[in-house]
């Protein structure tokens, strides 16, 4: 039988209660990341599954820079990502 997934490749369901502050600490983590990642001419990089068989950079929405530029949009307007980085420039070098 084929997997449709690999399981290590996510991290594991806990029995670990909600917790606001925690949530709001990862989603600064990933916010950190990701602005740490860019690069002005590359972008985002690319993992090998995400780039097989499609030239780089990638940009589209579902998988690309498209998505990272309309997540980080997403969690600023909600107070939850910092404006480090020029997300119009970013969008323009995308399109």
Same mark, same amino acid.
């Given at each position: 039988?084929? #997997? *449709?997934?690999?399981?290590?490749? %996510? @991290?594991?369901?806990?029995?670990? !209660?909600?917790? @606001? ?9 990933? /916010? ?5 990642? %860019?690069?002005?001419? #590359? *972008? ?6 995400? +780039?097989?068989?499609? !030239?780089? !950079?990638? #940009? +589209?929405?579902? /998988?690309? =820079? =498209? $998505? /990272? /530029? ?6 600023? +307007?909600? $107070? ?6 020029? *997300? ?8």
């Amino acid at each position: 039988m084929t #997997k *449709l997934y690999k399981p290590e490749a %996510f @991290e594991p369901l806990t029995d670990t !209660p909600w917790n @606001e502050a925690r949530a709001a600490d990862g989603i600064e983590a990933i /916010v950190e990341a990701v602005a740490s990642a %860019f690069d002005e001419k #590359k *972008l985002w990089p690319a993992g090998e599954w995400e +780039s097989w068989q499609t !030239p780089l !950079p990638l #940009k +589209s929405l579902y /998988v690309g =820079a =498209a $998505g /990272v /530029v309309w997540a980080l949009h997403a969690l600023r +307007s909600r $107070g939850r990502a910092d404006g480090r980085l020029d *997300l119009a420039n970013a969008i323009a070098r995308t399109h």
